[in-house]
């Protein structure tokens, strides 16, 4: 056999290319991994032909530096069959580590594969020196090459499909894992050349191609070494114009985010709004049926908070909003729905054993609501009214629970608020029953079915009654006498408020015509204004017009206002009552002492009488803090020069007490009914001066 040798620099070489290689194609397995669509497939190419050819040239140069005593050559066409291999296998352990997934038995067939792969292109890279004799080969030595072949090929695919993914410890790993493989692929290379025997005498049948070995290999390094750092830095730049993609796809995806949070929830209590509680309740539903579940829809509004707003603007108002969602959510459980649905609206989504729970949950609401908040230094007080609707029960889909929840809602508010109340289907029937009742309301003008009764208003204790307060009721066809309280809040609510209120005081003027025709030159009266009308641009119009058409004097007709009312908005209502009272009119604040009037406020109004609100009357001889409240109202309007009237005196001993306490003025069922004028000039013809108390 001949004797062979190496050229050590040459073989060096052939171990960084084969380094260099391994590096490359680990780089293109992980940038194709992650590059999407047709992209991929030019990473894919271009990585099996940068790893095919640091391969095959790895092979090469180790060829070269190989050396027999004979002169040796290599027939070109052969070496471009196993670049073709080298290349070919490549593109096949690129492809597999870039699935999916890679199971064992698809490592165990792909190490198979490529190995035999690597080693064919070895063979046929030595086939091409087309010697002859041919090479003998020692077939435990070649047998050696083709398993550590296999063996490489199947550790590095594993490893490839392990540092696919980013991580910070992926280019230190990847160094590592380039150094194990391209030393594998050398190893295979000189087992497969110490496995070949040349018999003395060969003859190299291509040493005639005449290309000088030592610049072929210069050649062959530099055009490898050039294609690998190419397909390097090309994969490098990628990389870097990927990572940015990806930070914006990121940017974009955090604001597609950010815009779904806010379309689905209340911008100012951050609650879900009722978009995100339709796709919740429709959860609900969808796992109530499916688990023979069961939920309560609640629906809440708060008492009181229309005051708060009017006296201390919106701000506040939405700052209150914002603390009683905090005190709800807080009182439910992480999986229950608190939505926001309307200015002082809420809806609880909550899944329930019993009715019984959703009656403690309702009870817990109401308790911390009714605390006292403190919002920006004030103390504030609202409460809740809560209708509850149970799934299965009372309804069967969204629309039905929530009307009907909301019926029982309205139920509640009438119950006297801060109350729950379980939606009844004879609730369903007062929604109905509203809704023909404002139809017919539009009609009561024209068909003049509204009538005023009279209540007398005395000096303190028991006369001579100083005046009347009209008020108005409605004689319906079918339903009789119906009291103010069931049909102002809906003409306020349709808008039929300010029709109804110039009739209502057209008609009183008209009545105090005749009773001033009659003699009663001494008597004035009361009319009650609704918000409404008192934003109403021509209310002043409307009141100076009416005088005149009956000729009164402004100063027998007295303007009631709500202190809320008188509250809202209050420059604007202070402009109003300071004109009404330059034209001589006198201003009532009504109900005074619900609302949240501020002295200073109270000093510029240009009122003239503070009626107590009737709450404080009713319990007065029991409710020693009630007493309180109205001497202090009492002090208040000496301090200010009001005239002070207490409504809602029902018996004697209220009387008694308040004329004690102060009060200027009385009216109640126990010195007079609200009756029609007849009655009232019979009354009054009857018993002199109403003294039935003294
Ligand atoms: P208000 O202005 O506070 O009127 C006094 C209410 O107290 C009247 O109820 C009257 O009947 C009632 N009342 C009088 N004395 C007693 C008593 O001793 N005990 C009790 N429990 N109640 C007494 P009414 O007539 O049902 O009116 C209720 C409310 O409807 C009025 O409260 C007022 O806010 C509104 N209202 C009535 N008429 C009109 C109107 O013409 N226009 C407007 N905007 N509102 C009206
Ligand atoms: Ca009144
Ligand atoms: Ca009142």
Not at 228 to 242: C, G, N, P, T, W
Not at 280 to 291: F, I, S, T, V
Not at 528 to 546: E, K, Y
């Amino acid at each position: 056999m001949f004797a062979s040798s190496y050229n050590s620099l040459l073989v060096l070489f052939s171990l960084l290319v084969a380094i260099l290689a391994s590096y490359t194609a680990l780089d293109m397995a992980g940038r194709i991994s992650t590059a999407k669509g047709r992209a991929a497939h030019w990473w894919l190419a271009g990585g099996a032909c940068a790893m095919g050819t640091g391969i095959w040239s790895m092979h090469f140069i180790g060829m070269l530096a190989f050396s027999l005593p004979i002169p040796l050559g290599y027939d070109p066409a052969i070496t471009a069959l196993s670049l073709l291999l080298a290349i070919a296998s490549s593109a096949f352990a690129l492809w597999l580590v870039c699935q999916e997934s890679l199971p064992w038995t698809r490592i165990a067939w792909g190490a198979v594969l490529l190995g035999a792969g690597v080693a064919g292109m070895h063979y046929t890279g030595m086939a091409a020196m087309r010697m002859s004799p041919s090479i003998v080969y020692v077939p435990s030595l070649f047998a050696l090459s083709v398993a550590i072949a296999m063996l490489a090929s199947g550790a590095a695919l594993w490893i490839a499909f392990r540092l696919r993914r980013h991580s910070p410890l992926v280019r230190p790993l990847r160094a590592a894992a380039a150094l194990v493989m391209g030393a594998a692929i050398v190893g295979m290379h000189y087992t497969g050349m110490a496995a070949a025997q040349f018999p003395v005498g060969s003859v190299c049948g291509a040493a005639r191609s005449g290309v000088n070995a030592g610049w072929l290999a210069l050649v062959i390094i530099v055009v490898t070494l050039a294609v690998l750092a190419i397909a390097l830095i090309v994969s490098v730049l990628d990389l870097r114009l990927e990572a940015r993609t990806s930070v914006l796809a990121v940017s974009l995806a955090e604001a597609n985010q950010e815009l779904t949070y806010l379309a689905l929830h209340d911008n100012l209590t951050k609650l879900p709004n009722r978009m995100l509680l339709t796709d919740r309740l429709d959860r609900a539903l969808h796992g109530a049926d499916r688990n023979n579940g069961r939920f309560a829809v609640m629906f809440m509004d708060l008492d009181g908070f229309k005051t708060v707003n009017d006296a201390y603007g919106h701000h506040i108002g939405d700052l209150l909003l914002v603390e009683v969602a905090r005190r709800i959510e807080s009182s439910v459980r992480q999986e229950d729905t608190i939505a926001r649905v309307g200015g002082d609206e809420f809806v609880l989504l909550a899944r329930v054993g019993e009715p019984a729970d959703a009656a403690t949950l309702a009870d817990k609401v109401l308790t911390v609501i009714r605390e006292p908040f403190q919002v920006a230094g004030r103390t504030l007080r609202v409460s809740t009214s809560i209708g509850v609707a149970m799934y299965p029960g009372d309804g069967i889909d969204q629309h039905d629970l929530l009307t009907n929840a909301d019926a029982a809602m309205y139920h509640a508010k009438a119950l006297g608020r801060n109350v729950y109340c379980f939606f009844e289907t004879s609730m369903n029937a007062n929604v109905h029953e509203q809704l023909q009742l404002v139809q017919d309301l539009r009609l009561a003008l024209e068909r003049n079915e509204l009538i005023l009764q009279y209540q007398p208003k005395l000096a303190a204790p028991s006369g001579p009654m100083l005046g009347v307060e009209a008020l108005v009721r409605w004689a319906h066809p079918a339903r009789g006498l119906i009291a103010p309280d069931q049909f102002i809040p809906l003409a306020e609510k349709t808008g039929l408020i300010v029709p109804i209120g110039a009739w209502v005081l057209d008609e009183a003027c008209r009545q105090m015509r005749v009773w001033h025709d009659a003699g009663r030159r001494d008597w004035s009266v009361a009319v009650n204004l609704s918000a409404l009308q008192f934003g109403h641009a021509s209310l002043l119009q409307m009141v100076r017009d009416t005088l005149a058409r009956h000729a009164l004097e402004p100063g027998c007709l007295t303007l009631e206002v709500t202190e809320s009312t008188a509250m809202r908005n209050a420059d604007a209502s202070l402009r109003i009552l300071q004109q009404l009272s330059d034209m001589g009119v006198r201003i009532s604040i009504d109900d005074f002492g619900t609302g949240y009037s501020s002295l200073l406020y109270l000093k510029r109004l240009p009122a003239s009488e503070l009626k107590i609100d009737r709450g404080f009357i009713r319990d007065l001889a029991r409710d020693t803090e009630d007493a309180a409240i109205v001497s202090a109202i009492v002090a208040l309007g000496e301090t200010l020069n009001l005239n002070i009237v207490a409504e809602g005196v029902e018996t004697a001993a209220q009387q008694e007490f308040l004329t004690r306490l102060g009060c200027d003025s009385l009216q109640g069922f126990l010195l007079g009914r609200p009756m029609s004028p007849d009655d009232l000039v019979e009354a009054l013809s009857q018993d002199g001066m109403f003294n039935r108390a003294a």
